[in-house]
């Protein structure tokens, strides 16, 4: 049986779809049952038979971040994709991240060392990818910076990544993924979700710095054929290309016939919107719309190489321009 962490987010959801479709017998985590019917909505996008496809999966309600909960769940688990994570760049929400990221992850390798688990594939992110100023395109082969300017999600998803390496010295073999930015359907108030959502309102501003896209049924697929290869025990960035926000954000406008925003932000219009967010934080529960580290993210350039994985398995991008317009045609109107 196949495991799935996660199974309620973006990777997950559509994960879990094409699992289904391949007969093989899943289990998956949820904490809320509000939380999966956003995946059946995720099924729709694929199928008109959702309830078909999704009452293959076996579905427990369980938190990867307590033992005794997890532990039935790893029964008769041969393979594991863990998905689950915990996304933010408020500084506020460092704790949780470590707590779910590092410490989650720590739980899922013990209990699949236990379980005597085949293989294990774990979703980190091209923030965990370090910086090197030396190079002009970022490669698995940077090395890790752990300086004071990596913002909190970065820090946990590597320390992640180190707890799934100590899965393949206990003879769990492993492939970790390194997605860019997600592009995909279904989750229209979260993560790039909020990009389609922003324009289709009528978003005004634009940003110039440069990072990599992915779509998400790419990430998919990478992840599926790793698993069923010889690969192990390597780590593989999938960005499609490497595209400014303002070159998506006007991708997104053109797909559903809205205006392109119009106004470009400045360094120091993010700079001091980020500072004031954060007095507001300081002085209420709300939380900050933007951080020190994404308002950076804004200006930063860097762009990313895929051409690891690409001569791995022969793998294939979709161009993001062709995603955009998949997912612009799921945006419930």
């Known amino acids: 049986m196949i495991l799935v962490t996660g199974g309620t987010g973006l990777v997950g959801s559509h994960l879990l779809y094409h699992l289904t479709q391949e007969n093989d017998a899943v289990r998956a985590v949820f904490r809320t049952e509000k939380s999966i019917d956003l995946v059946k909505n995720v099924f729709s996008y694929y199928t008109k038979d959702v309830d078909a496809s999704f009452s293959k999966i076996d579905w427990v309600k369980a938190d990867i971040t307590d033992v005794p909960s997890m532990i039935p769940v790893f029964e008769g688990i041969h393979e594991v994709y863990h998905c689950a994570a915990f996304i933010s760049f408020d ?6 991240m470590r707590k779910v990221n590092i410490h989650g992850t720590a739980i899922m390798v013990n209990l699949a060392i236990d379980a005597g688990v085949k293989k294990l594939c774990y979703v980190s992110s091209i923030a965990a990818i370090g910086d090197d100023e030396k190079k002009a395109i970022a490669t698995e082969e940077n090395e890790w910076n752990g300086d004071e300017n990596n913002h909190g999600y970065a820090i946990t998803k590597y320390g992640g990544e180190m707890e799934v390496w ?33 324009v289709y309102e009528g978003l005004s501003f634009y940003a110039e710095g440069v990072t990599g896209f992915v779509g998400v049924e790419d990430v998919v697929k990478a992840m599926l054929i ?4 010889d690969v192990k025990n390597e780590r593989f960035i999938l960005v499609s290309e490497n595209k400014s926000f303002k070159e998506v954000l006007f991708a997104i406008a053109n797909a559903f016939k809205r205006p392109r925003p119009s106004k470009k932000v400045k360094k120091w219009q993010s700079g001091l919107f980020w500072r004031w967010e954060w007095l507001v934080s300081k002085l209420s529960a709300k939380k900050p719309r933007m951080s020190k580290h994404s308002a950076k993210s804004l200006h930063s350039k860097t762009n990313y190489s895929s051409e690891k994985v690409q001569k791995a398995i022969s793998f294939q991008f979709e161009e993001v321009e062709t995603t955009i317009k998949k997912v612009c045609d799921h945006f419930p109107d």
């Not at 500084?91 to 949780?96: A, F, G, I, Q």
């Not at 492993?174 to 990009?195: D, M, R, Y």
């Not at 790793?226 to 290869?229: A, W, Y």
């Open 226 to 229: 790793l698993m069923k290869s």
């Open 166 to 198: 100590r899965a393949s010295q206990e003879g769990v073999d492993v492939v970790v993924v390194n997605p860019g930015v997600i592009l995909g359907s279904g989750f229209w108030n979260s993560g790039s979700g909020k990009l389609f959502t922003q």
């Open 91 to 96: 500084p506020k929400d460092y704790r949780e």
